[in-house]
């Protein structure tokens, strides 16, 4: 049977939306892996988006905490909320009581990728603060650590990501996930299939 690979997010603008279609071009990559996207729920009112200026949701479904438990890894995806992840995907773990209560989510590989609008903007403080929510789970986290090569130490272009996950740059809206960021995504996506796939045939 397949490894499921979950990737779940919240893009508001769409930026982290398309690191998430290219982690799973990399997981769908791995023989063996079936890898779905996810959608966490919108808190804000529509008419609150439409003055942030924000563009229509994609046609991904959107995930109930409970199916969270289907997956054998997950790979969570969030902008950054002043150094943090944002409200929406906050909340959205905040509804996972359930699973924390039964441990479901217990001994599952996850990994985390984000966008932040500025290279001072949070690229590893958001990383890093989200680890306690997979801590309080007892899932396993899964780093890339360096594991994308030169593409990690590179200095003539921005780029975002870190040892951490795959990231991007936002700026004020306009900036695209660069070529070397979704290289990054799609990297992460087929290193983490390859350890849930792993995990799940010692299992």
């Known amino acids: 049977m397949a490894a499921k690979v979950y990737i779940v997010y919240y ?20 023989e063996g892996v079936e890898a779905k996207l996810w959608q966490v729920p919108e808190t804000l ?12 949701k994609s046609d991904v479904p959107i995930i109930n905490p409970t ?10 995806g969030f902008p950054t ?6 409200a ?18 217990a001994g599952k590989p996850a990994g985390i990728f984000y966008s932040t609008a500025s290279q001072g903007g949070g690229q590893e403080t958001t990383a890093l603060t ?24 590179e200095m003539d272009q921005v780029k975002g990501g870190s040892p951490y996950g795959a990231g991007t740059y936002a700026g004020d809206g306009s900036r695209c996930p ?16 390859a350890i849930a796939k792993k995990l799940k045939g010692s299992a």
């Open 11 to 30: 893009s508001m603008y769409g930026h982290v939306e398309k690191l998430a279609e290219e982690i799973k071009k990399g997981a769908s990559s791995v």
């Open 45 to 56: 009112p529509a008419e609150v988006l439409s003055k942030m200026s924000a563009p229509p």
């Open 67 to 76: 199916e969270l438990a289907e997956a054998d890894g997950i790979i969570f």
């Open 81 to 86: 909320r002043f150094g943090m992840m944002s």
């Open 88 to 105: 929406q995907f906050k909340a959205f773990l905040d509804a996972t009581g359930g699973l924390w209560k039964s441990q479901q989510l």
């Open 130 to 153: 989200a680890i306690t929510q997979l801590v309080h789970h007892g899932m396993v986290f899964v780093p890339i650590g360096y594991t994308f090569g030169a593409g990690m130490f």
């Open 178 to 193: 660069s070529e070397l960021e979704l290289a990054q995504a799609f990297h992460q996506g087929k290193y983490f299939a």
